[in-house]
């Protein structure tokens, strides 16, 4: 028998060989093979899932009791902007360029203020504290897995720092090795080199890494893809880039068509893809591109309309990111109902708008008006999905066994929720990072009945609003609440 507590999380939880079981949760375990169940257990063992069923019997385990609570796998993020957390909530209304209106969403911009002025502010400890606080944050949301995008790589010292953050942060992360302000001391992108060998000889961990293969840059916003796209192939990392068509497309046409010697292929995510050419999409769904939707920021910073109905009609499927904290909240949730009631609301739109006489108030859809986006599905996008595009299907994304034991348990009881009727829906349509009970990443507990384990978040704080008040001295900005 297990001396075991249920009040506190299982003893030495991601050790190997050490044994717990969350039991009589309402498992949805993502997993079309595995399945769903109004109850059931999930026994993990040392970082691995071993097993999901209606009951196990594991009397040397500790027990979570899940009684009340959705388990599911935790939510993966593929594209979220880390080293811009002290900058949270200072571009609420920002556009992504200046456009000339003289708005106060024109001015301040994001391009203009955040990556002109503050960026190039950033020591190595302002990227160590904005990312390590950062992904504490997504952590308690319930985020296990993100791919950080910070072009914040202004020298090597500023590599580590980055890497450094998201390994004090003790979740999974994939480090995005970026371009940063383009001083000469960086060494980008050779520098790759050194940190790969560095920091992610080993497979057995929860960091890995990526670059960050933009495609246009430099005063003339030309191609500079090719260098970078060839060294990562070299490296096997993973190439990581924004697609804006507005600004883009026609070098993306090139990429498409084999410029340069460069082909497109699965080992390229592709972040917003707005305003892209059919030759385009049709390269990238016929080479397994990787698509990452940031929803509610692409709608409120004027990127374009999130391409969901063009995905649909190519057979292609996103995972969700949250991009900027300076416009919007991490939170998956936020992520999955923004994607659900945009596509929606582009459907339905579709579906009144058909011919149709006056009298038919409610009319049926159109042969060819694409399905409705459900509950399942945007789940399937925030944890399978998000998985799938960071090459790391393999190792989360589902409960299912062999795994890695990345796990969420929700609180379905909660003021906000109960009674729970529909275990997605209920997910989906109501739940809210209060809801996240606790967080389990490669078998061990980071967050237990609401709170975040072993973070000094008093201390963090006032790290970050410190980081914050000299990145406003050094960018020459001033303060205001209420601006
Ligand atoms: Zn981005």
Do not use: C
Not at 47 to 63: L, N
């Amino acid at each position: 028998m297990t001396d075991h507590s249920p009040a506190v999380p299982p003893r030495d939880s991601g050790r190997p060989g050490r044994r717990y079981v969350i039991r009589g949760g309402t498992v949805m375990s993502m997993d079309p093979a595995v399945g769903d169940f109004e109850s059931a257990d999930v026994l993990v063992e040392g970082s691995r899932i071993v097993a999901v069923a209606p009951t196990i019997d594991a009397p040397d385990a500790d027990v979570i009791d899940a009684r009340g609570r959705v388990v599911m796998p935790g939510f993966v993020d593929t594209h979220h902007h880390l080293f811009e957390t002290a900058l949270r909530s200072y571009l609420p209304n920002g556009l992504l360029l200046n456009d000339g209106s003289g708005s106060p969403s024109a001015d301040p911009s994001y391009m203009e203020h955040i990556i002109g002025r503050f960026a190039p502010a950033y020591r190595p400890e302002d990227v160590h504290i904005n990312m390590l606080y950062g992904r504490l944050s997504q952590l308690d949301a319930g985020v296990t897995t993100v791919l950080d995008t910070s072009q914040i790589h202004h020298t090597p010292e500023h590599s580590d720092a980055a890497v450094q953050a998201l390994a004090d942060a003790g979740a999974r992360s994939v480090v995005g090795y970026w371009a940063g302000d383009g001083r000469p001391e960086s060494q980008f992108p050779q520098d790759a080199r050194r940190l790969k060998e560095q920091y992610f000889s080993s497979t057995d961990q929860l960091l890995t890494m990526a670059i960050g293969g933009e495609v246009a840059g430099g005063a003339d916003f030309g191609p500079v893809y090719a260098p970078v796209w060839t060294l990562a192939r070299e490296l096997d990392l993973q190439i990581a880039a924004h697609a804006l068509g507005f600004l883009m497309d026609p070098i993306l046409q090139g990429i498409a068509r084999g410029d340069n010697g460069i082909a497109l292929g699965p080992d390229v995510l592709f972040i917003h893809m707005v305003h892209i050419s059919d030759q385009v999409w049709t390269a990238a769904r016929d080479a397994g591109v990787r698509v990452s939707l940031a929803v509610p920021i692409e709608m409120a910073m004027r990127h374009g309309t999130p391409p969901l109905l063009k995905m649909q009609e190519l057979g292609m499927e996103p995972s969700l990111s949250s991009d900027v904290e300076t416009t919007m909240t991490a939170d998956p949730f936020t992520l999955m109902r923004s994607t659900l009631t945009l596509q929606r609301m582009l459907v339905n739109a579709q579906i009144f708008d058909q011919p149709r006489a006056p009298e038919n108030i409610w009319p049926t859809p159109a042969p060819g008006t694409p399905e409705l986006l459900l509950d399942r599905d945007v789940l399937r996008f925030a944890t399978l999905n998000g998985a799938r595009d960071l090459r790391l299907g393999g190792t989360t994304g589902s409960l299912t066994p062999g795994k890695q034991a990345d796990i969420v348990l929700l609180d379905a009881t909660a003021l906000n929720v109960a009674p729970m009727n529909s275990a997605p829906g209920a997910v989906v349509t109501l739940m809210d990072r209060s809801n996240v009970d606790s967080v389990i990443v490669a078998g061990t507990v980071r967050k237990w009945r609401g709170t975040l384990l072993d973070a000094d978040l008093p201390g963090l704080r006032a790290t970050l609003e410190a980081s914050r008040d000299h990145l406003f001295t050094a960018a020459g900005l001033k303060q205001h609440l209420f601006p």
